[in-house]
């Protein structure tokens, strides 16, 4: 099952009011949003918004319980278009985690883990027309090269979108480990899977899209909080905190307050019960 990350920190920066307008941007696994839905009285609301179909319907599962719950499928970067379609004007806060869930790492028809067989797709939406497959066999190599040292931060990028654009077969997660260990030098071939990991994460985030809609999402969701509303973002990779990082200082200073001048980490404690979260970090601000 899903355990959210940094949930008990989610919880206290969000200061949630029990009539109050929320919404969580990546529903995922859904317990950061049963956890905010367990807080609001029956005139709160809770707008539970993903990509992936799949984690709409555990939302909708989820509505039985807490009435509060609107599942919507789409994309963050949509989200003032998703509220003024809602009526809504304001929120009191949102809360978007930028991983991905266990359903989805352990799902090997997904292709998100290189510790599953499976076929490379990694979409969040399953609609949506490019897969990993596609990218690796349309992109040229240079700019294989790009997402692998700007996504990846990988040494060894070109070597290995070389290898990736030569080789016969490339269809599912095993081949592409394989192509890896023997595009790297034989005396790190020890690192291989630890570099694979890394690409497929550069790959997922090129597939979806995920650094350019977190950079239209983050002015859009700052924009629709109400006074004293509360942005919390959660993230896992070193770009993806430089940017929200970057975007709540480049705000205007009149409009927003940020709550976290430094990101809060995981606990020990919580690193120890969920390795996951070692790499999180949570950043918060707050409308002024």
């Not at 029956?42 to 719950?69: N, T, V, Y």
């Not at 497959?133 to 990846?152: A, N, P, T």
């Not at 790297?184 to 899209?209: D, S, T, W, Y």
């Not at 983050?218 to 970057?246: M, N, Y």
Request: hydrophobic share 40%; aromatic share 6%; charged share 30%.
């Amino acid at each position: 099952m899903h355990k959210a990350v940094l949930l008990k920190e989610t919880l206290d920066y969000l200061a949630i009011k029990q009539d109050g307008i929320y919404v969580d941007a990546t529903f995922g696994g859904g317990e950061t949003a049963q956890n905010i839905a367990t807080a609001l009285s029956g005139s709160g609301k809770l707008m539970a918004l993903d990509l992936d179909m799949e984690a709409i319907q555990r939302a909708q599962i989820l509505k039985k319980k807490f009435p509060q719950i609107l599942p919507i499928q789409g994309n963050f970067k949509d989200l003032l278009k998703i509220l003024q379609e809602l009526r809504i004007k304001k929120v009191d806060g949102i809360i978007a985690d930028l991983g991905i869930s266990n359903f989805q790492l352990q799902d090997p028809d997904r292709g998100f883990s290189i510790e599953k067989l499976g076929i490379l797709d990694m979409r969040m939406d399953q609609n949506s027309p490019n897969t990993a497959i596609d990218i690796l066999r349309k992109y040229s190599e240079k700019d294989l090269v790009r997402i692998f040292r700007e996504l990846g931060e990988q040494p060894f990028s070109q070597r290995i979108a070389r290898a990736i654009k030569k080789a016969k077969k490339l269809e599912t997660t095993e081949d592409f480990l394989q192509i890896i260990q023997e595009a790297i030098p034989g005396n790190l071939r020890f690192k291989a899977k630890k570099i694979a990991i890394n690409l497929f994460r550069a790959i997922r985030m090129e597939v979806n899209q995920e650094i350019p809609n977190l950079k239209i999402f983050i002015p859009q969701a700052i924009q629709v909080l109400k006074t004293q509303g509360r942005l919390v973002i959660i993230s896992f990779h070193s770009l993806e905190d430089r940017i929200v990082k970057w975007a709540f200082r480049d705000y205007p200073k009149a409009q927003i307050k940020i709550l976290t001048p430094k990101p809060i980490f995981p606990t020990e404690e919580e690193i120890q019960s969920n390795p996951k979260s070692r790499s999180a970090k949570l950043r918060a601000c707050e409308k002024i």
